[in-house]
């Protein structure tokens, strides 16, 4: 099945008794992003099924937004630093 992308919402579900939160996606790249964390932590990471997973608690985050001026900081930096963006597949 197809979802456009206003259809493919993640909702993370966590309280403050329990370490782990849940993660329900159908967003493709949060799913592999995901699935290769499974896959290398799978003491620490489980993919529940096709679109549902658990963490720690601690691999979810909200940050402060990046200023337009620390967004070029750090592009700047990455590019000294010879840092390249990957390349999507054709």
Same mark, same amino acid.
């Given at each position: #099945? +197809? %979802?456009?992308? %206003?259809?493919?919402?993640? &909702? %993370? %579900?966590? +309280? ?12 493709? /790249? ?5 699935? @290769?964390?499974?896959? !290398?932590? $799978?003491?620490? &990471? ?9 963490? $720690? ?5 909200? @940050?402060? $937004?990046? =200023?337009?001026?620390?967004? /070029?900081?750090? =592009?700047?930096?990455? !590019? &000294?630093?010879?840092? #390249?963006?990957? @390349?999507? +597949?054709?």
């Amino acid at each position: #099945m +197809n %979802l456009s992308k %206003l259809e493919q919402e993640t &909702i %993370l %579900l966590y +309280n403050q008794a329990e370490p782990t939160a849940d993660v329900y996606t159908h967003d493709p /790249k949060l799913i592999e992003k995901l699935t @290769r964390l499974a896959e !290398k932590y $799978p003491d620490q &990471i489980l993919r529940r099924d096709e679109h549902r997973f658990t963490v $720690p608690k601690r691999c979810v985050s909200v @940050r402060e $937004p990046y =200023s337009e001026e620390r967004r /070029k900081a750090a =592009s700047d930096r990455a !590019k &000294i630093a010879g840092y #390249m963006p990957p @390349r999507a +597949n054709p």
